[in-house]
T-cell receptor, first 113, second 113 residues
């Protein structure tokens, strides 16, 4: 079955712009989590969605937001981009609320210039 | 607050050497424990996970990990590494009081052929 699909793979944006990243989970997976990965900070949790509800949010400013649709696809949005937002954004999906064997996508590499 | 510590940021071994990567966490309750691997240019993949039962967990590609509750540890082992094991390895922990995974900073493993 298809894996977790993240689009786009690469993105270059200018400071101050906004960006929307997309994640399609594995079919049947209802839980989607987003992470920011940087060389200095490692993997930082952004938020998790289950059945269109945000269940948990990491310690990121309000410029970072997300949502989940009824088909479990998820989007995350970053407004007023800063240079420090340059990172690999990873999406992970899981079958249920209690199963944490997440499957990760390849990520979206965001570069802010 | 929960935290995960991976003591070695870089490990260099020769092929056929034995491997042990340390992972310690701080959380007093019930935990689910994971090791993920990220091969160069690839996405994160689940190596193994511990939810309950036998504290010695076997994963893919000959890896295993032992959960020692009294030491709050979940060290990853492999008796004989191969050049193809060159990758970054992440330990992650989920406590029973929240929904997110807490990640270690990762260990970059380089296997010399």
């Amino acid at each position: 079955k298809a894996g977790v699909t993240q689009t786009p793979r690469y993105l270059i944006k200018t400071r101050g712009q906004q960006v929307t990243l997309s994640c399609s989970p594995i079919s049947g997976h209802r839980s989607v989590s987003w992470y920011q990965q940087t060389p200095g900070q490692g993997l930082q949790f952004l938020f998790e969605y289950f059945s269109e509800t945000q269940r948990n949010k990491g310690n990121f400013p309000g410029r970072f937001s997300g949502r989940q649709f009824s088909n479990s696809r998820s989007e995350m949005n970053v407004s007023t981009l800063e240079l420090g937002d340059s990172a690999l954004y990873l999406c992970a999906s899981s079958q249920s609320a209690s199963n944490y064997g997440y499957t990760f996508g390849s990520g979206t590499r965001l570069t802010v210039v | 607050a929960q935290s995960v510590s991976q003591h070695n940021h870089h490990v260099i071994l020769s092929e056929a050497a034995s491997l042990e990567l340390g992972c310690n966490y701080s959380y007093g309750g019930t935990v689910n424990l994971f090791w993920y691997v990220q091969y160069p240019g690839q996405h994160l993949q689940l190596l193994l996970k511990y939810f309950s039962g036998d504290p010695l967990v076997k994963g893919i590609k000959g890896f295993e990990a032992e959960f020692i509750k009294s030491k709050f540890s979940f060290n990853l082992r492999k008796p004989s590494v191969q050049w193809s094991d060159t990758a970054e390895y992440f330990c992650a922990v989920k406590g029973d009081s929240n929904y997110q995974l807490i990640w270690g900073a990762g260990t970059k493993l380089i296997i010399k052929p």
